[in-house]
């Protein structure tokens, strides 16, 4: 039987080199003071015998294990169910990937999972976090600090007060939501109505500000609270239909919310646009041009957040924070 063959080891590609030990370290771990002819021997010999550094030896000598935890304070239902975090999670994954750096993802079903993550990241695994989808009760954030790693939010966190040091990428949820309902009243709409998001949640905090922004002295009974979900947009929506049936117009906190509604007001026989036109927020495709109409509604550019809140990590690692709040575009369908 033919044994497996050994892992190349430093002292190989030394001899392939002809250079010392030392040198191929300080190759192989990014170090300075290597003349440029001999880092190109060591390259050529790395490649040549398929050599693959010791991440543990290696991370004893860089201090960095090239790896980030992306923590999602959501059940695992909720997050492979939303294509929201499907698309952050790919912006978070190509810069890391760009960046040679393993993601390792941690969900939280429940707040016994919070010590637990806590824990791992204490424990010197990974060289940061990523954190996204916070409730303003989440323990989360504190235990993180206690943790010790460099963190950056995805959302303005709730918590922070007028602390400077709190990293987060953001969208302009209240802004982008005044575009959504000024748009709606420019159409002539004197009834809108707003199904919020999860009131926990500093998004949809904003998006409901943004709302009142337009609509200040609007009937309080076109608010209803929904999740951000599915299930919870088609129980706001029958709520407003039956306390408020004469609206003509609807902003929703997020597609997935605007999709649900599109289908009651179908079931109660009111046409799109004609009776009610509907705005939504995110313009995730998969859900925004699959709509009956298609959906207009509010374009944040979720992936790129993704990648931001990666790309400021690693460069936070490096001594160089800063927060960062994108435009939001309104895109106009068949809906509104």
Known sequence: MTGIAPRPTLEAVAARAGVSRATVSRVVNGGDGVREPLVERVRRAVEELGYVPNQAARSLVT????????????????????????????????????QDNQLVLLLTEGRDDHARVARY???GHVDGALVFSLHLDDPLPGLIQQAGIPTVFGGRPGWNGDR???VYVDSDNRGGARDAVRHLVGLGRSRVAHITGALDQTSAVDRLDGYRDVMGDADPRLVAEGDFTPGGGERAMRELLDRCPDLDALFAANDLTASSALRVLRERGLRVPEDVAVIGFDDMLPVAEQTDPA???????????????????????????????LPTTLVRRGSA
Do not use: C, W, Y
């Open 63 to 98: 201090r960095r294990h090239d790896a980030v935890a992306v923590v999602v304070a959501e059940p695992e239902s909720r997050v492979f169910a939303d294509p929201f975090f499907a698309l952050q999670l790919r912006g978070i994954s190509k810069e890391l990937t760009a």
């Open 121 to 123: 990241l204490a424990g």
């Open 164 to 166: 400077n040091d709190v």
């Open 295 to 325: 959906l207009t509604t509010v374009r944040q550019d979720i992936e790129e957040m993704g990648r931001l809140m990666a790309r400021l990590l690693l460069r936070g690692v490096e001594g160089e924070p800063g927060s960062v709040v």
